[in-house]
């Protein structure tokens, strides 16, 4: 491993990337109404309690944080309710570099797609089956939930906690 490599492996833990995605993420999400399926015709609502983060290194400079998220949707078809409970488990990839003049750390967030979204649904009766085969329900809720991801970890905060200072890091360890 070579001294670049080992100073950014050294500041940019699995650890610090679990605590710095759960910070932003808190511990709760929540999205809709939105529209649903089939030319809008149904219309949604979720709410996702977090679970515990894992973070995990996959080589000197980049890590994967997995955010396991307890997901319950509603969605409406006319006058008709359909609740669907979801598990699902978003993988985030990042990766560290030293930045040119070895003053900072800049991490890159890998672009979230439906792959990198874990998801089991269930629902029940027919209107149950009716959204999550017509509905394509799996495509809509990872549709909503890349959207948010995307939105959160291109926020201002999160780009602040992308850019490490190597001066200040040195100042708090």
């Known amino acids: ?23 932003l993420i808190g ?13 809008g015709m149904a219309t949604a609502r ?6 515990r983060l894992r973070g995990r290194r996959q080589g000197p400079a980049r890590t994967e944080v997995h955010v396991p ?4 949707l509603t969605v409406e078809i ?21 930045a040119p003049g070895s003053d ?6 890998d672009e979230i797609g439906p792959a990198d979204i874990a998801l089991e649904t269930r629902t029940s009766g027919i209107g149950g089956v009716f959204v ?11 549709h909503h939930v890349i959207g948010f991801v995307t939105d959160l970890l291109g926020s201002e905060e999160a780009r602040d906690l992308r850019r490490i200072d190597l001066d200040e890091e040195s100042d708090t360890a």
């Open 46 to 51: 979720a709410v996702g309690v977090i679970g």
């Open 1 to 23: 491993m070579s001294d670049r490599d080992a100073v950014v492996a050294a500041v940019v833990t699995p650890e610090r990337a679990v605590r710095d995605v759960s910070g």
């Open 78 to 98: 006319g006058a008709r309710t359909v609740p669907v409970d979801g598990q699902m488990t978003v993988r985030i990839g990042l990766e560290a570099c030293l």
């Open 27 to 39: 511990d709760r999400i929540a999205f809709g109404p939105v529209t649903a399926g089939p030319g």
């Open 132 to 142: 999550r085969r017509l509905g394509n329900l799996d495509a809509e809720i990872r």
């Open 69 to 72: 998220v307890q997901l319950d």
């Open 104 to 109: 900072h750390i800049v991490v890159e967030v």
